[in-house]
C-alpha cells in the first residue's frame, strides 16, 4: 500500500470509529465509549525477577496498575503484597502497606508482612487435632500453640504464578502445592489464590483449595495497612467499622475460650465506626492478653455471602478501605508486637502498633472446637474463599 493509500484507510477508518462513537454518545451520554475502549485492556499486568531465596528459587515481582492509578505489587515468595499504592482526598497516590525493599528481609524475619497464610490462618491449639480418630501433630511456632501454618507456613514458600486480563481487570493467579503431612497437616492440597486488581480500585482475593486426604484448610491475607503512608505513624487514629455483634474471646494464650460473646458495651464494639485508639488501652481482660486487638470477630449475617464485613478510614488523608467478603470470622490485629526493630520502607522502623491487618477467616482453632463451624476439607470438596479490599477517599 502506497503513503496515500494508507492514509486514505486510515482516514475512513476514523471517521467510521467517530461516527460510531457520536451514535452511541446520542444515544447514552453518561456513556464514555472511545475507539481505544474497545482494544486497550486498562488495566496492566507485568513481571519482572526479584531475587533468589536462601535456597536458590527464582522469585518474580508482578506488577498490576490500573487506570486509575492503583498499582500493587506482589512477590511469588508468600505471595506478599510488597507495595499497593491508594489515593487520597486530593488524588495523590501513597504505598499504604507495611512490608520490606528485599527478599533478603522477608526471608530474615517478617511477622507475615503482606503474606498468603496457610494451611490454617490463626491458631490451633498445641498445634494438635484429630481427624476420624487419628490424632495430627503440627508445629508449635507460637509458644504453646501452631500459628498461621507452621515454621513454613504458605508465606515462606514460592507459588508458581500466572496472569489473565480481561477487559477491565488483570489477575495473577498462584499456585502451591503443599504435600501430604507437610507442616503435619493430611493430604495433598492443591492451593490456588487469584489476586485481581480491577478499576474500581478493588484488588479481590480468591482462595480455593481441594485434598486428596480429610484435612483442615483456613487461608487468609496478612496485609498491614497504614492509610496515612506515612509508617512512622501509628494507626490509632483510623476509624474502624467491623459489621460483628459477637466476638471470639481467647484465654491467656490467644486460643478460644469456645464462647461467642457479644460486643455491646465493650471495647470490641465496632458496629458504629470508633478509632482503634479510642478504647485500647482500656482495662479489660480480652484487650490485655491481645495486648491490644489481637481477636476474631463473629461477622454478621453470614448467609448473605460477599458482604461489606468491614471499614478503616483515615481523616488526615481521607483514605478509606471497604473489606468484602464471604467469610464468617474476620481478625483485627493491631501491630500490637511490632517493636521498634524491623526496618520500614522509608528508612525508619515499624515501632508499636504503626500497621493493622483484617485478616478474613474460619474462627481460630476451629479444629478442635466442636461447636464453631467446621474448617474441614474433604476429597471431592471444593475450599473457596472470597474477600476483596476497596479503595475511596472521602
Ligand atoms: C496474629 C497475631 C500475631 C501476628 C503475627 C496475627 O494474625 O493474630 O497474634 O502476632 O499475626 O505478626
Redesign the pocket.
Known sequence: MNRLKKNIYAFSLMSIALLSVQCKSDKKKDMEVTPQNKTVNMVTISKEAYGLTLDSIVVDKYLMKNEKGMEISVITYGGIITSWTAPDRNNNYKDIVLGYDTLEQYEKET??FGALIGRYG?RIAKGKFSLDGTEYTLETNDGPNH??GGVKGFDKVVWNASETKTDTTASLVLTYLSKDMEEGYPGNLETKVTYTLTNDNELQVVYEATTDKKTVVNLTQ?TYFNLTGDFSKTILDHEITINADKLVPVDAT?IPTGALTDVVNTPFDFREAKTIGKEINTKNEQLERGLGY?HCWVLNNQNEGVRLVSSAYEKESGRQLDVYSDEIGI?L?TGN?LDGTLPNKQGGKYAHRTGF?L?TQHYPDSPNQENFPTTVLNPGEKYISKTSFKFSAK
Do not use: A, S, T
Request: proline content about 8%.
Open positions: 511477622p507475615y490463626n500459628l498461621h496478612h490467644l489481637d481478625q490485629y508486637f491487618c485478616e
